[in-house]
């Protein structure tokens, strides 16, 4: 594993974990986003992922890099996974570790909102009756209101 | 000549992944004004480009030999 990738696989969360843990750490936050069924009252069949692969490994690396600076001694790891994705499935992990609790808590949190931010991946809901691309430009989909 | 590519919706739009443009030089914001026009419902507006993997600001100069990205909203996570 790299500290900073996209996958194609389901995502083994405690090579994250490990690869973040040592002596100095007293703290390891991890977090998952998932995939969710339900969105404002639409049912997702599934999602699909797709990322500029490049890019999106070098914008997470220097997300890793901004954390570290914020908040002196934390280490971070961060794996996004790409194609398609069943209900319940991880998409995204961020394991933080720091000397202390309060550090890897906030800068686990500083992560996914800059991923959702700058880093080029896109999701692609699937429903019964349709898909779409999601992004910013719409709050949520658009499905069955003409 | 300049590479292009498109990821998500703007694939979609364009009908394909990546092609290159026969160009020496020309800004980010002539690059997505030739998208709007070649592409409609491009969305050019809520489209960030990358230039060589980094964004780019629209007075940026593309020149022959670089790789951009149309980023449309991301939405990842």
């Known amino acids: ?146 | 000549m300049i590479t292009l590519k498109y990821f998500a919706r703007l694939r979609d739009v364009a009908g394909k992944g990546e092609e290159t443009l026969d160009r020496e030089e020309l800004t980010v914001s002539e690059l997505l004004d030739w998208a709007e026009q070649t592409y409609p419902g491009f969305g050019a507006d809520n489209v960030q480009v990358a230039v060589n993997e980094d964004y780019a600001l629209k007075e940026d100069t593309i020149r022959s030999g670089d790789v951009c990205a149309f980023i449309p909203p991301v939405s990842g996570g």
């Open chain 1, 1 to 146: 594993m790299k500290p900073f990738e996209i996958v194609e696989e389901p995502i083994d969360v405690k090579q994250y974990m490990d690869y973040v843990l040592h002596p100095s750490a007293g703290a390891v936050t991890v977090f998952t986003g998932n995939v969710r069924e339900w969105t404002h009252g639409v049912r997702t069949l599934y999602l699909s992922y797709e990322a500029y692969v490049p890019m999106a490994e070098k914008k997470m690396a220097e997300i890793g890099a901004e954390m570290e600076e914020k908040w002196p001694g934390v280490r971070v790891a961060i794996a996004h996974r790409i194609g398609e994705l069943q209900i319940s499935d991880i998409a995204v992990v961020i394991a933080v570790s720091s000397p202390h609790r309060k550090a890897a808590y906030e800068a686990n949190e500083y992560a996914i909102d800059r991923i959702k931010e700058v880093v080029p991946i896109w999701k692609k809901e699937i429903w019964e009756d349709g898909e779409e691309w999601i992004g910013a430009q719409k709050k949520y989909p658009s499905k069955g209101v003409e």
